[in-house]
């Protein structure tokens, strides 16, 4: 059974940089596209970014390019995104989620083509 668990959410103030944590179980970790999504109310869900470990690509959406890191730990298969610089807009549920390795392969992430979620966690920036 598959399993993904975010941590490390909580109420931060702008400029600050907490890093989010997912505990992956229950699938080859190195052989899926591994993403991070975000979603506030009334909106779709917003692919940030993606890693595909298989081949160390990346990806990341602009709004986050240059200030949020996606990396791994294989040994703990364990995901992270390290946010720095965060701004009030940056608030959001966010989600750590699995695909195919195919879906890191384009330029933009699309919430349908990914199978596993976390429950997400929830970043909230004060101003």
């Known amino acids: 059974q598959v399993h993904l668990e975010e941590s490390g959410g909580g109420s931060v103030q702008a400029g600050g940089s907490p890093r989010l944590s997912c505990v992956v179980s229950?699938?080859?970790?190195?052989?899926?596209?591994m993403g991070w999504f975000r979603q506030t109310p009334g909106k779709e869900r917003e692919g940030v970014t993606s890693?595909?470990?298989?081949?160390?690509?990346?990806y990341y959406a602009d709004s986050v390019k240059g200030r949020f890191t996606i990396s791994r730990d294989n040994a703990k298969s364990t995901l992270y995104l390290q946010m720095n610089s965060l701004k009030p807009e940056d608030t959001a549920v966010y989600y750590c989620?699995?695909?195919?390795?195919?879906?890191?392969?384009?330029?933009?992430?699309?919430?349908?083509?990914?199978?596993?979620w976390g429950q997400g966690t929830q970043v909230t920036v004060s101003s």
């Open positions: 989620a699995a695909g195919p390795s195919y879906v890191c392969s384009g330029g933009y992430l699309e919430a349908p083509d990914f199978d596993y």
């Open positions: 890693i595909f470990i298989g081949a160390g690509r990346t």
């Open positions: 229950g699938l080859t970790y190195s052989r899926h596209c």
